[in-house]
């Protein structure tokens, strides 16, 4: 346990709850817990309080295979004081830690992964992971005051509440071509967002709504695959090269049009790669990495300009050097 000024908490806890062996069977479980509470130093309390809690099991079979499963859950809230316009405490009407306007928000996440890995019979190892996650999201800001409602100002909240469920899968093989090492990854996933009653809203004192600027629900769905390869000519020099290529699909329900009949959008990206890494000696590496990527846009965006700009491509490339000191 710690304290300090401003009410600060946090407490930590922390169990092994299974460490066992028996011949090829190495079983592991823990658990850990820490809760986080402070005011700030600022004139508003911020009541600022966290809980994390996490488990972990892991079965190993020998060197051929293992299973973890891991869960975990987060907690949030707060209150904050937000922006203060430096004139404001120029004159007096506010000190630099006072503020003009009530925010804060709270959030919460919980997650859930299986994993399991496996070496096959010819060296080659499989990996694979469905998982889970379940996230909660109100977020209270007012960046302009009273710019656009001299009344009752402009405060806006933001939320949503959004579960997500998706599969990972790779299979890694490393084969010799003479003196060359040839290491081939593969692999595939599945991603798929439900997001109910997305919304940004005009409210007052957090809690009174003044009414929405926006509000539905997202459907986005993603597919994606790909295959990298590396050849290591010597201890000094490799060359990678992959592409991975994505598929998504975006739906966007508005709750506050009753015209729109959730259109579909949908579009498919590759993304190609190619970087050179040359160790000029232990502590020195250039490399060269050069490829393309992709931004995925809001979906309420999305939908409401007919698919327009997407996923807008990135094309980016790093040259430099690395050095590593020795202690």
């Known amino acids: 346990m710690e304290g300090g000024q401003f009410n600060t908490l946090r407490a930590l806890t922390m169990f092994k709850l299974l460490d066992k062996s028996n011949q090829d069977i190495n079983q592991q479980a823990y658990i850990a817990t820490e ?36 869960a975990s ?20 009407l506010v000190s630099r830690f006072g503020s003009l306007s009530e925010e804060g928000g709270e959030t919460a996440r919980s997650n859930f992964t299986i994993q399991y ?19 909660d999201f109100r977020l209270i800001s007012n960046f302009t005051f009273y710019l656009n409602d001299p009344v009752n100002g402009d405060q806006i909240t933001q939320q949503e509440s959004r579960k997500i469920y998706g599969y990972t899968g790779d299979y890694v093989k490393e084969i010799y071509l003479g003196n060359t090492v040839a290491l081939t990854e593969a692999g595939l996933g599945f991603r798929y967002d439900d997001i109910n009653d997305i919304r940004l809203a005009h409210t007052m004192n957090q809690h009174t709504l003044l009414g929405y600027a926006a509000r539905g629900d997202v459907d986005q769905t993603n597919l994606h695959a790909f295959v990298n390869e590396t050849f290591t000519f010597s201890n000094n020099f490799s060359i990678s090269g992959g592409v991975r290529v994505d598929a998504f699909q975006f739906v966007y329900n508005d709750f506050l049009d009753s015209t729109f009949q959730r259109p579909g959008v949908s579009k498919t990206v590759a993304s190609p790669k190619l970087s050179f890494n040359y160790q000029a000696s232990p502590s020195t590496t250039f490399y060269l990495k050069t490829g393309y990527g992709f931004h995925s846009n809001d979906t309420r965006v999305v939908t409401l300009q007919d ?14 050097s690395g050095n590593r000191q020795r202690m």
């Open 35 to 70: 809760y986080f509470l402070s005011n700030g130093y600022f004139e508003n309390p911020q009541n600022f309080n966290r809980l994390n809690m996490m488990g972990k099991y892991t079965l190993r079979s020998g060197d051929t295979q293992s299973l973890t499963v891991s």
């Open 73 to 92: 859950t987060f907690t949030s809230r707060w209150n904050a004081s937000g922006q203060i316009p430096e004139r404001a405490v120029e004159q007096g």
């Open 307 to 320: 698919g327009k700009s997407i996923l807008p491509k990135a094309v980016g490339a790093d040259l430099g």
């Open 117 to 135: 890995k496996k070496r096959l019979e010819n060296g080659a190892i499989t990996n694979h992971q469905v998982y889970f996650s379940k996230y």
